[in-house]
């Protein structure tokens, strides 16, 4: 695929991500208490922590799902704390999602043509009646999802279901779909969970050729250490929460309070435990997929 | 154990895939074949058929059009609506007025523009579907079974209106539909008189094709809008609200949207009925009305426009058939007679049919279809058929839609 594979530096375009001060509350639960960081222009920066540190829902922030309570977030020019999610993905943010939410009885192509919605203008007319611009932008965007469906190992089942697909390859439709929007800055949560070792190399590097081709920022979220340290340039550690570290990997790796969270959450001694811990618990999860 | 299930489905999938080179849709060209001989068949009907035939036709026509839109709001977007006879009333009443002449019949003094039936249709449509514009804030703001409840208000003002609006309704008598016509040829028994193959060409024979012809051009736009930008708008904030608007979609627009396109379906269908009874009025709109169109998309199949077809020609021609073979069935009565009377027994039947669905076979009768079309093709059931089942069969389409389910752990 051209876009992907011709060599790039940071794009321009693509403004540093600046997380400042941001409070999440959930009733009584505090999900995120003043939560700071910055993501440099063409960096991979990871989001690491214990289950329930907040992980996920500092995606929701970020994408606009979730309203912060207090702090605020800024892409550019662009105040993401204060957009709704579909001007966030038009402004070039895209984001994958922890729990599989691809529609299990569209094909692979119609999930990932979803990706293109706000790079195409058809509407209910246009394409009720099939005007000649409504089929010709169908068939352009098609080209250009089928390109990164290669890319990601889904060329040979671009046309199949979305919920008769292995875990992993919905993972991996998750994450097309994310860059089908063609993205300044992309969100995965947790793209290897439940993957086997020979998909998560794989998936560790189409992201580090992501990064590198395009030139975008990608924020990643993710409980497979061995990935986070080899992957991310920079990484920020939540523990109920709070912001406990934030660093290179070595110096996270190394912070006592980094390793006394991990050890201190009881019975998930080893980060890549609670990974497949995790892993196993989500196929229930998945929504739709269960019909 | 459902996740067991889903999991052990999800891996026999890929490993039967495994290795397979991309299974393009395949194109048959039996399909295309089938479809015109069905298309010649539907149009020489009027040729062999006798009146009473041609005449429910044109009352299913009416009510495909109608469920085909109600399909697109309720099984493509998740989005309940109980109001959909409400909207009908719209579009019946506005062509009435439209096309109606002033006058007085008994008591009532009726009024009328008088305009030509044509622009009372498209006037029909266009006032559903300002009448869905305007309800469409509120049904962009909520969600599944909650606009369901609040669409339950319009019924009852569409009632109120219809009953007291006299000049324009005919009040709680209701008033008599004029006969449609196109450029000057009338949907009438004469002017002119038309004989083809020396077979009378009247009211039901003209009718006929004008059913044909819109319930024809609402299915294929429908169609059209589910494979593409929009369609996949909708089908995904129907799984999931979250998902589509992280991915661009906006959620309230569209959901804006969906019931205006539904409305008008629901206009269109409303002159319809209109012209297939011939008369309007207040008890044809009622609550049941919206409760039998329901039933047609679930009985059809949720979310498939050949379902809410099959739904629409079952539940709508049902009665209409009870009634006319009353005598030959049992427990069947005719008028005044002993044993249900038709409309009850097919409402019973209705009912019955329902539950089997629900229980059974949720994709409808769309994923009956799909599933005798898959055995004829491929005795093993194997996957080298792409979604035409497999589609219909994991569209269960039920409208769900847990909030920022797929965002959080
Ligand atoms: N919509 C919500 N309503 C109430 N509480 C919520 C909601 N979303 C998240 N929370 C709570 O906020 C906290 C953080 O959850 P979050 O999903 O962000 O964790 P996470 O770091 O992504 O964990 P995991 O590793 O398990 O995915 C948890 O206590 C969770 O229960
Ligand atoms: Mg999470």
Redesign the interface.
């Known amino acids: 695929m051209d876009g992907v594979s011709a060599a790039a530096d940071v794009r321009s375009d693509v403004p540093p991500v600046l997380v400042e001060d941001v409070t999440v509350r959930f009733g009584a639960i505090t999900a995120l208490s003043q939560v700071s960081f910055t993501v440099e222009p063409g960096t991979i920066h990871a989001i690491i922590g214990p289950?329930?540190a907040g992980k996920?829902?500092m995606?929701?922030v970020l994408?606009?799902?979730?309203k912060a309570a207090e702090g605020q977030v800024r892409f550019g020019e662009h105040r993401l704390d204060r957009m709704?999610?579909?001007q966030?993905?038009?402004i070039g943010v895209?984001?994958s999602?922890?729990?599989?939410?691809?529609?299990?009885?569209?094909?692979v192509a119609?999930?990932l043509?979803?990706?293109?919605?706000?790079l195409?203008r058809?509407?209910?007319v246009a394409?009720?009646?099939?005007l000649p611009r409504?089929t010709r932008?169908?068939r352009v965007h098609g080209g250009r999802v089928a390109e990164i469906a290669e890319f990601l190992d889904l060329?040979?089942?671009?046309?199949?279901?979305v919920?008769?697909?292995?875990?992993g390859?919905?993972k991996r439709v998750e994450v097309a779909?994310a860059l089908c929007?063609e993205p300044r800055l992309l969100l995965l949560?947790e793209p290897v969970a439940g993957m086997n070792a020979e998909e998560t190399d794989r998936m560790a590097e189409a992201v580090l050729e992501i990064r590198s081709a395009l030139g975008i920022s990608v924020i990643l979220v993710e409980h497979d250490m061995g990935m986070v340290m080899s992957l991310a340039d920079r990484v920020t550690v939540l523990d109920f929460g709070r912001r406990i570290a934030d660093g290179t990997p070595a110096e996270v790796q190394s912070d006592p309070e980094v390793i006394r969270a991990y050890l201190g959450s009881g019975d998930e001694i080893d980060p890549s435990e609670a990974a497949e811990a995790?892993a196993a618990a989500h196929?229930?999860?998945?929504?739709?997929?269960?019909? | 154990m459902s996740e067991s299930t889903a999991t052990a489905t999800a891996t026999r999938g890929a490993t039967r895939r495994a290795g397979r080179t991309a299974p393009a849709p395949r194109r048959s060209y039996l399909r295309p074949l089938l479809l015109a001989v069905a298309l010649l068949v539907l149009l020489a009907l009027p040729l062999y058929v006798e009146e009473f035939w041609l005449r429910t036709g044109f009352a299913v026509a009416g009510a495909i059009v109608g469920a085909i839109g109600l399909n697109l709001l309720v099984g493509t977007t998740g989005q309940l609506s109980l109001a959909h006879a409400f909207f009908l009333a719209v579009g019946a009443v506005t062509y009435t007025f439209v096309a109606g002449e002033s006058g007085g019949i008994g008591l009532a003094d009726l009024r009328g523009l008088g305009w030509p039936p044509l622009v009372g249709m498209v006037a029909g449509v266009l006032l559903a579907g300002l009448a869905g514009l305007l309800f469409s804030p509120i049904a962009a703001r909520l969600r599944g079974i909650y606009l369901g409840v609040a669409s339950l208000a319009l019924v009852f003002i569409g009632q109120h209106v219809l009953n007291s609006w006299t000049q324009v309704t005919g009040g709680f008598n209701g008033r008599s539909t004029p006969e449609f016509s196109l450029f000057g040829f009338t949907f009438g028994n004469t002017d002119p008189d038309l004989f083809v193959l020396e077979v009378p060409f009247r009211e039901a024979e003209r009718l006929w094709y004008l059913g044909l012809a819109l319930a024809l051009a609402a299915y294929v736009f429908a169609r059209n809008l589910l494979r593409s930008r929009p369609g996949r708008a909708l089908e995904t904030l129907r799984d999931s609200e979250v998902a589509a608007s992280v991915m661009g979609v906006n959620v309230q627009r569209y959901k804006g949207r969906v019931f205006l396109v539904s409305s008008m379906y629901a206009g269109l269908s409303g002159v319809m009925y209109a012209l297939s009874i011939g008369s309007i009025a207040p008890e044809s709109f009622g609550l049941e009305l919206s409760v039998l169109y329901l039933a047609m998309i679930v009985l059809g199949g949720l979310g498939s426009v050949g379902g809410a077809a099959l739904g629409a020609l079952f539940v709508s021609a049902l009665p209409l058939v009870f009634q006319r073979y009353a005598d030959a069935l049992p427990l069947v009565g005719g008028a005044g007679e002993g044993g249900l009377a038709p409309g009850e027994a097919a409402r019973y039947l209705f009912g019955l049919a329902i539950i089997l669905v629900v229980l059974f076979q949720p994709t409808g009768l769309a994923g009956l279809a799909a599933r005798f079309r898959r055995r004829g093709r491929d005795p093993g059931g194997g996957p080298a058929d792409r979604s035409a089942s497999a589609t219909s069969d994991s569209t269960t389409s039920v409208p769900s839609d847990p909030p920022a389910q797929g965002s959080t752990s």
């Open positions: 289950n329930g996920s829902t995606f929701n994408s606009g799902v979730y709704r999610p579909y966030i993905a038009g895209a984001r999602f922890q729990n599989i939410a691809l529609s299990p009885a569209q094909s119609e999930n043509m979803l990706g293109r919605h706000h195409t058809a509407g209910f394409a009720g009646l099939r409504a932008e169908g060329g040979d089942k671009l046309h199949t279901p919920g008769v697909l292995s875990y390859d919905q779909r929007t949560d995790a196929p229930s999860e998945t929504p739709g997929t269960t019909s």
